[in-house]
């Protein structure tokens, strides 16, 4: 069952990279002429259609994770600490507060998204979206190196 739901999150969590990428390309880095090739076609993309999805997956991303860490703190955590990996514990640890932080964002990320676009707000909108990219990517990075080093089932 806990293997079952670690493919689940990892396949969440890669839907939701693929989908903060994409809408943190289209904030940050703004198309600037027709979109003719492949990286103006990826910065091109609407970024609010992507607001909802996004919501949906983190949350659904972090429930899934949340019901899968007592298996870990049980089972790995110990072990990966027994190897000396001190330092990428450290990193996870990290990336379960950057999670909670990206968690209390949401409201105001999605809020800050929600039709109609006010250009008075594409600051906020641009600064919540690198915070939930930055955090996405490295909750992603650190849980795979975790899975690596010592995944389930070992």
Known sequence: MITALLI???????TLLGAITHQAASVLWPRRKPADNFVGRFRAVAGASYSNAIVLLYVSTATIGA?????FRVSIRDVIEELGHRAIMGAFELKEHFMVVGLAVLPAYWLFWRAPLSEQYAKPRAVLTAILAFVVWWGFLVGHVINNVRGYGS
């Open 67 to 71: 019901a899968i860490y007592p298996e």
């Open 8 to 14: 689940v999150h990892g396949l969440l969590a890669v």
